[in-house]
Structure formats: structure tokens, C-alpha cells
């Protein structure tokens, strides 16, 4: 067989491969490595004007000496003399300036929740694991598009920030600290120490310059007035886009039947037929809390089950944003 059908063929089973769903309670760094197969659909276009001072390669509505000409307009003074169309001036013998769509760049900023909380799944696999495998992909993506890609990743007590940059190397030690914090999940058991959402959103705002594009990944179980404080100041400034995780079992419970229950200290038996209603209500109160706080906002919001094959449903959204804008 020639080298190059040999390649070929290497290649296609590599990406077979890395369609396959995640499973299991923790993530496998060498999964999460090729998925860079599966980034190539993925645009994350700007919804929002970039802020950023620096040339880049997302076009913007900016006007100014970029390289896409964007139209001709009557001169106006401080213009630059260089950006005169003298076809057009001689031909109407009123000047004319030539305009360019301004390119600025956009770095972009994946924050993972691996907090305990996040370490439950009851089908297919955690929810840390999902946060994994959309935060893996969303930085290929960006890679693939030549954008500078950072992160924020934390759990109850410890946070590890990857300034962005525009680089392999950086992209995968951020892969590499998502590997570590989630080997490092255990059973949940509460710290007397833990930080809250709004803690590492109020850290985020230290890190995320003007123009970023933030992609928070959570299940935003303890979203409170205090995140939607930090969350506004930082859309004043930045594009955010929201993917809380779920499970269905968070959903919903199983009905008619005992549940055992532990907080990792003591456990209980509890009867779902009771409180069934109830729990359902409460999940669909957080959903519609986060829709409505999107929408109050102007985030992106992309919810994720566990039971969601990450690759296809990413595809399926950000690989049709360009057509929907």
C-alpha cells in the first residue's frame, strides 16, 4: 500500500476514534488530544464588536485600514489621503475615500468547572467529563482558527489560569490541567474552604481582557445574584458564552422507588414518589433562571447532557452560527 493511502487510512481511524462519546467517571487525555479531528467544523464567530487593540484574524464592523475593502464614501476631513479612490474621484470630480473591514484579534478564554459537584453522572458519564471533552474542543477550535487560547480551570479550593496565547504548546498544557483537576475528583465531600462560583467569576474578570471570548462551563448549581453581578461586568467587555452541564437524573428521578442518598459522611434512603414534583420543578426554575439571565445579558447559552455526544452536538451549534447570523 503507498505511503499516502497508508496516511490516509491512519487518519480516518484516528477520527473514527474520536467520535466515540466520552463514558466513565474521568476523562482520558489522549481522547481529548484528538479531538483536534473534530474541531475543523466548529466557527466561533463573533457575535459581538472586538474591543481587542491588536490586529487580528476576526473581522469585526470596525471601519479602518484593514485588508477586506468594505466601500467607497465621499471624502471627509482627516481622512487619510492614501485611502482615496481616484478612479471614482476622477470619474465623479468629487473625492473618494476607500473603507476596509478592520480585522482585530479575539483571544479566547475556556473556563472548566471540576469542582465535586460536577463529579456525578448516572448513564452515560460524569459531568466533569462533558465539561472536558466541550472545553477540549471549543480550544481546537480556536487554535484552528489562529486565536489565542487561554483558560480557567478550578475546583473547590485550587484554580489553575493559562494566560492565552497563540500556540500547540499552550493549548495543550491547558488539556494537561484539565487532565490533572479531573484525576483529582473524588467523592463529594464538602470543603470548609470551598469557593464559590462568583469567587472564580470575580478571578476571571483579572484574567479575560477587552474582546475575549469567554466560554463558561459549569453546572452553575450555585448561580447567585453575586455571579449575575460578575457575569454583567464582564459582557460590558467581552462575548460569553454559557454551557451549563446536566444529568438526567438531575432532571428527573426515577419513579416509585427508594433512593439511597449519602453526603459523604451519612446516608439515607428517600421515597422519589414524595418529592418528585418538586425536584422537577426546581431543575426547570435553574434552567429557566439561566435562559432568562442570557437573554437579559445577550450570552450564548448551549445546554449539555451528559448523555449528549459533545462532538455532535457542538457541530450541530457552533457549526452552523455563520449561517443563523
Not at 482627516?78 to 470630480?93: F, K, Y
Not at 478571578?203 to 469567554?214: C, E, F, H, N, Q
Not at 421515597?271 to 414534583?277: G, K, L, V
Not at 455526544?309 to 457549526?319: F, K, M
Request: hydrophobic share 35%; charged share 25%; with cysteine.
Amino acid at each position: 500500500m503507498p505511503t499516502s493511502a497508508m496516511s490516509t487510512t491512519t487518519t480516518a481511524t484516528e477520527q473514527l476514534q474520536a467520535l466515540r462519546a466520552p463514558t466513565g467517571p474521568y476523562v482520558d487525555l489522549e481522547a481529548m488530544i484528538q479531538l483536534r479531528f473534530c474541531a475543523q467544523d466548529l466557527d466561533l464567530s463573533a457575535r459581538k464588536l472586538s474591543q481587542s487593540l491588536q490586529a487580528g484574524q476576526t473581522r469585526t464592523r470596525f471601519r479602518g485600514r484593514g485588508m477586506e475593502f468594505e466601500e467607497v464614501r465621499h471624502y471627509q476631513a482627516g481622512d487619510d489621503i492614501r485611502s482615496i479612490d481616484w478612479r471614482v474621484t476622477a470619474r465623479t470630480q468629487v473625492p473618494h475615500t476607500k473603507l476596509y473591514r478592520e480585522e482585530r484579534e479575539r483571544p479566547v478564554l475556556v473556563v472548566t468547572d471540576q469542582r465535586p459537584a460536577m463529579f456525578f453522572g448516572s448513564q452515560t458519564c460524569f459531568k466533569s467529563v462533558t465539561a472536558c471533552y466541550c472545553a477540549a474542543l471549543i480550544a481546537w477550535a480556536a487554535l484552528k482558527n489562529n486565536d489565542r487560547i487561554g483558560g480557567l480551570i478550578f475546583n473547590d479550593v485550587n484554580e489553575q489560569d493559562l494566560r492565552p496565547k497563540r500556540s500547540r504548546h499552550s493549548l495543550l498544557a491547558l488539556l494537561r490541567g484539565l487532565h490533572e483537576f479531573n484525576q483529582g475528583l473524588q467523592s463529594p465531600l464538602a470543603e470548609k474552604a470551598a469557593q464559590p462560583l462568583s469567587q472564580r467569576l470575580s478571578d476571571l474578570r483579572r484574567i479575560a481582557k477587552p474582546g475575549s471570548a469567554l466560554f463558561i462551563i459549569s453546572d452553575f448549581h450555585d448561580l447567585d445574584e453575586d455571579c449575575r453581578e460578575q457575569l454583567y461586568q464582564l459582557s460590558r467587555h467581552c462575548e460569553i458564552t454559557l454551557l451549563p452541564i446536566h444529568d438526567p437524573l438531575e432532571a428527573t428521578l426515577p419513579t416509585n422507588k427508594l433512593l439511597t442518598v449519602s453526603d459523604g459522611v451519612q446516608r439515607k434512603q428517600i421515597d422519589s414518589s414524595n418529592s418528585q414534583a418538586r425536584y422537577q420543578a426546581h431543575f426547570q426554575q435553574q434552567q429557566k433562571n439561566l435562559k432568562h439571565l442570557s437573554g437579559q445579558l445577550g450570552l450564548g447559552l448551549l445546554p449539555v447532557s451528559t448523555t449528549d455526544n459533545p462532538i455532535t452536538l457542538l457541530q450541530q451549534q457552533l457549526g452552523a452560527r455563520a449561517c443563523r447570523r
